[in-house]
């Protein structure tokens, strides 16, 4: 049985940090192309980050310079380093899974793309 375990939310300030990992069970995350994804209450589902299995990365705009997505396939496990967190990052982050078919710029912001997912994570920005 394929899953994904997202952790590491929470509630910081605003500049603050915090680091989610996404851990398979049931398949090998390098072989895939892992995205984070999130969700705040009344918005549609957007691509954060991906990373290929030949690790190439993508990264949508408004996180750019602030957030690093990085793959430990020791662990299988992806991480989301988020700095300089802002009240506008609040959403529930998930991670997903899915065959990579084209290039992570192409994929990353549709979540179609992406068959397995993770149950998410609440990160909350608040002063």
């Known amino acids: 049985q394929l899953q994904l375990v997202e952790s590491g939310g929470g509630l910081v300030q605003p500049g603050g940090s915090l680091r989610l990992s996404c851990v398979a069970f049931g398949f090998t995350l390098e072989h895939f192309i892992i995205g984070w994804f999130r969700q705040a209450p009344g918005k549609e589902r957007e691509g954060v980050s991906c990373?290929?299995?030949?690790?190439?990365?993508y990264y949508t705009d408004s996180v750019k310079g602030r957030f690093t997505i990085s793959r430990d396939n020791a662990k299988n496990t992806v991480h989301l380093e988020m700095n300089s967190l802002k009240l506008e990052d609040t959403a529930v982050y998930y991670c997903a899974a899915g065959i990579l078919t084209s290039t992570v710029e192409f994929m990353c912001p549709t979540r179609r793309y992406f068959g397995s997912w993770g149950q998410g994570t609440q990160v909350t920005i608040s002063s």
């Open positions: 990373i290929s299995h030949s690790d190439g990365t």
